[in-house]
């Protein structure tokens, strides 16, 4: 059997990295400082390389109504793997983040949870609302969007065995909480599958704080959906828990929040840039 596990632990002020084997082969890294001038329109601002697990899920409608900026509306699917999401929690280990130029940007990797709702801007057009986030970089709270939090207390540990039948079983496990009670739990093993590499796709990407601050995301992944409640598909989730709330997160998950997608993103590529 060859097993692969790569643990990252993370706690205030350290970080630690173990590999046991060779490694298999957002955001921007922060808001402009007051009174900096913002980049021009269309400007690149990084390119990241990140693999994600993304939480479909059903928060109350009320919630997440009062969270969102003025003249937005929640816009949740009504066909398809999305069907009903009105608020995505994604797990985010950003392996690599680059400059234009080529250069890594700051520490050159992070990670973080974000909370992302489906939205309708003030026109009718479909974009994302960062709703906040909780990340394992100082530098990067509040973030591009205003709203990150910096989780003091954080351990991101993920690891994949494959058996000789040709199994490959995941599992991740993340904590991240802030000084303000924020805090964010997830527990999930899964077998992987076949994935599909979606067509490119860019998205307008906004702050509920201040919708000023947005971004457009040019990207492309690689998705596999392991369980899911509308389409289902093969069920491949063998454990899952998570633990969400407290600060400015309690009221969206007060104990009626429905899991609906448990989504793998093997890898994705991203470049960022600038909002018009």
């Known amino acids: ?14 970080i630690g990295l173990a590999a046991q084997a060779p490694p298999q082969g957002g955001p921007a890294p922060g808001a402009p400082a007051a009174g900096a001038a913002a980049a ?17 899920y059903r928060v109350p ?10 003249g937005f509306t929640s ?10 999401c009105n608020l995505r929690v994604i797990f985010i280990d950003r392996v690599t983040i680059n400059g234009p130029g080529g250069p890594a940007l700051g520490k050159g990797s992070s990670r973080l949870v974000y909370l992302e709702a489906p939205a309708k801007d003030p026109s009718g057009a479909n974009v994302r609302v960062v709703i906040g986030g909780l990340t394992d970089d100082p530098a990067d709270a509040p973030g591009p969007f205003g709203n990150y939090i910096l989780a003091t207390n954080r351990s991101v540990q993920r690891s994949s065995s494959t058996t000789g039948t040709g199994v490959t079983v ?14 964010i739990e997830m527990h999930v093993k899964y077998e992987r599958g076949v994935a599909n590499r979606a067509r490119p796709q860019e998205l307008r990407i906004y702050s509920a704080k201040n919708p000023a601050l947005f971004q457009i995301s040019s990207y492309e992944q690689v998705l596999d959906i392991l369980r899911n409640t ?7 989730v063998k454990e899952y828990t998570f633990k969400a709330g407290g600060g400015s997160y309690a009221k969206l998950f007060d104990g009626t929040e429905k899991p609906l997608s448990w989504d793998n993103i093997l890898w994705i590529n991203r470049t960022v840039m600038a909002g018009q």
């Not at 060859?2 to 205030?12: E, P, S």
């Not at 400007?43 to 939480?55: C, D, G, V, Y």
């Open 1 to 14: 059997m060859f097993r692969l596990m790569m643990v990252v632990t993370l706690a205030a002020g350290a």
């Open 75 to 84: 816009s949740p699917a009504t066909s398809g793997p999305a069907t009903d």
């Open 230 to 236: 509308t389409t289902n598909p093969p069920d491949r």
């Open 170 to 183: 995941d599992s991740q496990d993340w904590m991240m909480s802030a000084a303000s009670g924020e805090r």
């Open 40 to 56: 021009p329109a269309g400007k690149i601002l990084e390119m990241s390389n990140e693999t994600r697990f993304q939480m479909d």
């Open 61 to 70: 409608d009320a919630v997440l109504a009062a969270m969102m900026p003025a």
